[in-house]
C-alpha cells in the first residue's frame, strides 16, 4: 500500500513539473516571417533598424513574449527580414493595448534602391528614407516610433 503511495506522489509531481514547464493550458501565437515591417536609419552612420509587429493588441494581463528574434541581411540591392515570435496567451485579460515587437540592425546600409522581402510580402524602399522612416501598412506600432504608423 505505502508503495502505490509514493508511486502515485512521484506521477503527481512529474505532472505539476510538466504543467509548468509548458505553460499550463495557455495558448502559443507563434509568427515566423511574418508581421508588419518599420524601418528607421540613422543619417550620420546608415546603420538600418527594422521592427517587426506581430499580432496586433495584447493585454499585458494574460499574455507573455516568449520568444522574440529577428534578422535582416543584405545581398546586393536586396533587403532580407526574418522574425520568429512566440506570444502567450491565457489568463485575466485587461483593456489596454500590447504591441509585441523584434528588432534587429545593419551596418552602414549605403544609398540606393533596395528589393526588401519578409516572408511573402516583398516592395522597394529607397535610402536615405525620406524622414528617416518607412512602415508598411500591414500592422501598428502604435505611434511608438517616429514615421512609422
Not at 9 to 36: F, K, P, Q
Not at 59 to 83: H, I, Q, W
Request: proline letters at 3%.
Amino acid at each position: 500500500m505505502c508503495f502505490r503511495w509514493v508511486r502515485f506522489l512521484r506521477a503527481s509531481v512529474m505532472l505539476v513539473n510538466l504543467v509548468a514547464a509548458t505553460g499550463g493550458c495557455n495558448d502559443v501565437d507563434e509568427y515566423i516571417d511574418e508581421g508588419a515591417l518599420c524601418l528607421t536609419q540613422k543619417e550620420d552612420t546608415g546603420e538600418l533598424t527594422v521592427r517587426v509587429s506581430v499580432g496586433g493588441c495584447y493585454s499585458s494581463g494574460c499574455s507573455r513574449l516568449l520568444l522574440s528574434e529577428c534578422a535582416v541581411t543584405r545581398d546586393g540591392e536586396a533587403l532580407t527580414v526574418t522574425n520568429h515570435t512566440r506570444v502567450e496567451v491565457g489568463g485575466e485579460c485587461f483593456d489596454d493595448c500590447r504591441i509585441y515587437l523584434s528588432e534587429c540592425s545593419l551596418a552602414s546600409v549605403p544609398p540606393g534602391e533596395y528589393t526588401v522581402r519578409h516572408g511573402d510580402f516583398e516592395t522597394t524602399v529607397v535610402l536615405p528614407l525620406d524622414g528617416g522612416a518607412w512602415s508598411d501598412e500591414r500592422g501598428s506600432f502604435g505611434g511608438r516610433f517616429p514615421g512609422c504608423l
